[in-house]
């Protein structure tokens, strides 16, 4: 089982980055998916999820109409478009997968975003 996230790097406030996540090794149409973060000397916090179908999702407060997470289930790929990007969205970014009911869950490693000027 693999789920490797790219598309992070350093990006001036008000910039955007798109973070991908293409996982492997499981049946990635059965899995819902979300995106956490951590910053440093905080804890893991939930940013984005969407539903196995891709017809629901949900975001925290604090991404509300800047982030944007979707999922192609041909490709096995899940992807947050940041938009409106804030010094305070630095953190690593983690990808998640998850199947309810049956308490199978993935992490992937994480990839870095710098919000900075």
């Known amino acids: 089982v693999q789920l490797v996230e790219s598309g992070g790097g350093l990006v001036q406030p008000g910039g955007s980055l798109r973070l991908s996540c293409a996982a492997s090794g499981f049946t990635f149409t059965s899995f819902a998916m979300s995106w956490y973060r951590q910053a440093p000397g905080n804890e893991r916090e939930l940013v984005a999820y969407?539903?196995?179908?891709?017809?629901?999702?949900n975001y925290a407060d604090s991404v509300k109409g800047r982030f944007t997470i979707s999922r192609d289930n041909n490709k096995n790929t899940v992807y947050l478009q940041m938009n409106s990007l804030k010094p305070e969205d630095t953190a690593v970014y983690y990808c998640?997968?998850?199947?309810?009911?049956?308490?199978?869950?993935?992490w992937g490693q994480g990839t870095q975003v710098t919000v900075s000027s």
């Open positions: 969407i539903t196995s179908a891709g017809g629901s999702a």
């Open positions: 998640y997968a998850r199947r309810y009911g049956l308490n199978i869950d993935y």
